[in-house]
């Protein structure tokens, strides 16, 4: 049966092209195929017959409606992605189908504009992140501080040891244990302080020996908390030769110090905040950036795109560079295996970054902190409500919850058909069970003053 | 086909502007709050004042800026992108917007179960669906991309071995025509890679298997059909001797268009299967990504997948985390949501025809190779009298011999014809290679054009091979200098170091 996605399936086309292949039918081009692998019926798939596209749209809606998307207030919902404002200007520029619809840009003279907005997407980066160099982007935050663990062991070839903080989001931990297990690394935690919600920097440095390859730590932890010794312990990494790698979210960087400049060797992230949407966690893009130095880019995974002039000399352009590291050239010998990344969601942050300016991401990571101050003054005053958990701490953007008296499941429950979302409730994380009463609750410069106050009127009628 | 790509001197968006605009406006309506939370934080944390070199531009110079760029880059609904492979079809409009209704973009991976039912339903439906394509008894599409894909498979491996106790098995075998990306992730896994060659008629050297097999052995990683184009015909014998000397078989599913729903990959012996969504199932490739992967795994095998699956207790969708051997986590949250969920929608319009994607596919290619083999200067190497399926890798060593145009000089000629190039120099055992896919999605008039363009292309190489040496003339920028691009003193990766490769510009005075 002929179909609009398939131009020459009508028969007169097939027909002719049958033709000159001096064939009748198709099946004949499959006659290499061992007859008994070659299926009688086609597979079911889909609803048993092809339908319209107006019949498609009536199957999908029928289905995604019974998702709830919460508008009023926003998701309250933050460990690694929080729901953040999407500007018209980022959509209209990644829904362009020349961009979207093309393939990695191997031929550089036909590519340019892909490859300049790249090369813009990884100086942005740079720049807010303080660093030299940062590739074209990784599938999320925790393959980037995958890739990035593995980076630093490449360059420390003979040691075997990972040290992570447990204040590193959870899934990121998990992920790094799933791509080591194989090599035979071996991943090393680091308790966190029960009273500040920050690493212990004491477990810290009796962790750090000459087998450790390289250190992970969050700059604004998995609990909203600000990591105030993370310069000590990037100090401490180098003390016993080991590569810092640090994990920060780039939509604070405009008021924090980037983490570059405070001395981490590997920077990572996740580019959520800057025009992504949450897409129910993919995808996003990981942000993998690195210093100017010789030994690191050398291990540096993924693709990078680098400016460089005409065969003639006249012109400027861009293509992707320092290729000799990548799977398609090195193979058994490559930095990484990845191929495909996140090159169309990176362009979204390159124009997010683009449409802020230098006064806008600062303004932004300002009224980040100017709400999270608001709704912890807010929530500490609710009876049966424990805020914050963590003493003296600085959080930024997401903190913790304590219920009590009551299970933070039937809080929830209670909150959801109030059409108020929190989370992730920290039982769901198997090494908190300190936490087990515990949420994470987010404001970006998304949530208004009236969505946080409906969110402190709902916990105090709940918690009564 | 006459073209000209746009050329704009677009400049660097660090310098578009020599003023500083405004640009989104963000409120300050906690500013008495934020005031007081910056006073907390200890100096050394605090961002310098205009540490941060960003442009500061308005609304209307971004979006121009970014659409000239667009108007420099070519995709699918631009043109034919044969690239080899890649398996570049259409993306259909009515998956694209979809996908992005707030519903599905809109979502957190950590809202309650029953809040999502409707996109847990979709991730459910879809599994199902390729495990009906591939023959497996479990799918999940937790790898962000193919990569991912090859990467758990063989982690997959790796702990299936472990849990028997057999360590040893340490060797991977992969074919010497094998996509780069299977032995970079089977080292990621801790193995050592095991390479086979193949026969003259294309297909992977049986006997070089038997005499590398052994209790070592954890696996082959094969795509079928190969790289070449070529199904491989005793795939049943290979599954045979794998399996006898206890290894297990994974399938690269970056060649699956050529035989969707005509044969399976489990049912030809393989044990975990990888797809890309982004290829065969029409989600769009971004320009470099996000793509999205899955992975099938049939027998003891589904026991190693990783968490979390998608799964339905005859009430409600829910994600399941109680997979005891699971490899674990191989990325956050639950893969790359949104092209599988366009790929969703192309299953379902498509339906039983996914049979006729495969076989418009392998007819595009075998037409285009039948007229395209009379051509001069080219030849095909391995398998000569055999039908293509989804793709046919050419090569132009005869015409290179012959007048010393190398296949990338006939790949700039094709983008000055209008076409993107195949994929070239790959793979790596056919000499000056092209390697051209053509999918379902490419009408008979583009691939009759295609081939006049190879044919004027050749006809020009043989008689002013110096002409065609100065192509791309018609794309926005001429040949591009890749020694500059990589030397140590001139290699150029982020704006901060524009003056490196601003040196070495030659301009009329100099």
């Not at chain 1, 300049?116 to 992140?129: G, K, W």
């Not at chain 1, 074209?136 to 040290?163: C, D, F, H, P």
């Not at chain 1, 992230?269 to 210093?291: F, M, R």
């Not at chain 2, 578009?16 to 008495?32: A, C, H, T």
């Amino acid at each position: 049966m002929p179909h609009p996605w398939i131009p020459n399936s009508v028969p007169n086309v097939k027909n002719e092209m049958l033709r000159e292949l001096g064939i009748t039918d198709v099946s004949e081009l499959f006659s290499d195929v061992p007859k008994e692998l070659i299926l009688k019926e086609p597979p079911k798939v889909g609803l048993g017959k092809p339908l319209t596209e107006y019949e498609v749209r009536r199957f999908f809606e029928g289905i995604i409606s019974k998702n709830k998307v919460l508008q009023n207030p926003p998701l309250f919902i933050g460990g690694g992605v929080c729901y953040h404002y999407i500007p018209a200007a980022v959509k209209a520029v990644i829904t362009r189908s020349e961009f979207y619809t093309a393939y990695t840009p191997y031929q550089a003279e036909i590519a340019q504009g892909l490859l300049q907005a790249i090369f813009e997407y990884q100086s942005l980066m740079a720049e807010l992140y303080g660093v030299d160099v940062v590739n074209a982007s990784m599938y999320n935050g925790s393959t980037a501080a995958a890739e990035a663990v593995r980076m630093a062991v490449r360059v420390k070839r003979n040691r075997r040891k990972i040290l992570v903080s447990k204040t590193v989001h959870p899934e990121i931990r998990e992920v790094i244990k799933t791509w080591s297990f194989g090599s035979g690394l071996k991943v090393v935690e680091v308790e966190y302080d029960r009273r500040t919600g920050k690493t212990d920097i004491n477990d810290f440095q009796a962790k750090l020996d000459d087998e450790v390859a390289v250190t992970l730590l969050q700059y604004v932890n998995f609990f909203g908390v600000l990591e105030t010794d993370l310069k000590d312990m990037i100090e401490l990494s180098h003390k016993y030769g080991a590569i810092a790698v640090v994990y920060s979210n780039p939509i604070v960087l405009g008021v924090l110090k980037p983490p570059g400049e405070l001395g981490a060797d590997i920077i990572v992230g996740d580019a959520q905040p800057l025009g992504l949407g949450l897409n129910y966690g993919g995808p996003s893009a990981g942000i993998l950036g690195t210093k100017f130095d010789r030994e690191l880019l050398r291990q540096l995974p993924g693709r990078l795109i680098g400016a460089t002039v005409t065969e003639d000399y006249r012109e400027l352009g861009f293509t992707m560079i320092l290729q000799t590291r990548e799977q398609h050239i090195r193979r058994e010998r490559a930095t990484s295996n990845i191929t495909t990344n996140s090159n169309l969601e990176a362009l979204a942050a390159a124009v997010y970054l683009s449409l802020l300016g230098a006064e806008g991401i600062k303004k932004i990571g300002e009224a980040i902190l100017g709400r999270t101050n608001y709704a912890l003054k807010k929530l500490g005053n609710i009876k049966n409500l424990r805020v914050p958990v963590f003493d003296g701490s600085i959080y930024i953007m997401e903190f913790p919850v304590k219920v009590e008296r009551r299970g933070i499941e039937d809080v929830n429950k209670e909150l959801i058909s109030r059409h108020i979302h929190i989370g992730p409730l920290l039982r769901r994380f198997r090494d908190y069970a300190e936490l087990r009463d515990c949420s994470l609750v987010c404001f970006t410069e998304a949530h208004t003053r009236s969505d946080i106050d409906l969110l402190a009127s709902a916990l105090e009628e709940v918690l009564r | 086909m006459a073209f000209r790509q746009a050329k704009w001197d677009e400049p660097i968006i660090f310098e578009l502007s020599k003023y500083r605009k405004q640009g989104l406006i963000v409120d300050d309506e906690f500013k008495k709050y934020s005031e007081d939370a910056l006073k907390e934080i200890p100096n050394d944390y605090l961002r310098a004042r205009d540490d941060l070199n960003m442009p500061s531009l308005s609304e209307v110079e971004v979006i121009r800026h970014f659409t000239r760029l667009s108007q420099m880059a070519y995709g699918i609904d631009v043109g034919p992108v044969p690239l080899g492979s890649c398996t570049m079809k259409y993306n259909p409009k009515i998956c694209e917007e979809l996908a992005s209704d707030r519903r599905v973009t809109d979502i957190h991976p950590y809202q309650d179960e029953e809040t999502v039912q409707g996109i847990l339903e979709v991730v459910y439906l879809l599994q199902k669906w390729l495990a009906e394509l591939t023959g497996a008894d479990v799918c999940t599409i937790q790898p962000p991309a193919g990569a991912s894909g090859e990467f758990v498979g063989a982690l997959m491996i790796k702990k299936y071995h472990m849990d028997r106790g057999e360590e040893q098995r340490t060797e991977m075998i992969i074919p010497d025509s094998a996509h780069g990306s299977n032995p970079a992730s089977a080292v990621m896994a801790g193995f050592k890679v095991v390479r086979v060659p193949a026969t003259p008629k294309g297909d992977t050297d049986i006997n070089a298997i038997k005499a590398v097999v052994s209790d070592k052995t954890a696996g082959i990683m094969l795509t079928n059909p190969s790289t070449l184009g070529l199904f491989e015909s005793k795939i049943l014998e290979i599954a045979d001797i794998i399996h006898n000397a206890g290894g297990l078989l994974y399938y690269d599913g970056a060649n699956l268009n050529a035989i969707l729903g005509l044969v399976r990959p489990c049912d030809m012996g393989f044990d975990v299967v990888h797809l890309n969504l982004h290829k065969t199932f029409a989600a769009p490739h971004g320009g470099g990504g996000p793509g999205a992967g899955a992975i099938c795994a049939k027998g003891e095998l589904k026991n190693y997948i990783p968490v979390p699956l998608v799964d339905y207790d005859g009430r409600k969708y829910y994600l399941k985390y109680d997979i005891p051997k699971s490899i674990g986590r191989i990325t956050w949250f639950y893969g790359n949501i949104v092209p599988a969920v366009k790929s969703f929608i192309y299953l379902a319009s498509l339906g039983p025809l996914v049979r006729e994607v495969a076989e418009i596919s392998v007819l595009n290619t075998n037409y285009f190779m039948k007229k395209v083999t009379k051509l001069p200067g080219i030849d095909l190497i391995y398998g000569r009298d055999r039908w293509r399926k989804h793709e046919v890798v050419l090569s132009f060593e005869k015409l290179h011999k012959e007048t010393g145009v190398t296949a990338e000089d006939v790949a700039k000629a094709l983008l000055d014809r209008g076409f993107h190039a195949p994929t070239i120099y790959f793979p790596l055992i056919v000499p000056e290679a092209h390697m051209v896919e053509l999918t379902e999605s490419e009408t008979k008039e583009n691939i009759d054009s295609l081939v006049n363009a190879y044919a004027e292309i050749i006809q020009l190489a043989y008689k002013d091979p110096e002409k065609l040496k100065a192509s791309p003339r018609n794309t926005s920028i001429s040949r591009l200098n890749n020694i500059v691009a990589n030397a140590l003193k001139t290699v150029t990766p982020s704006f901060k170091f524009i003056s490196r490769v601003r040196s070495v510009i030659k301009t009329d005075k100099t």
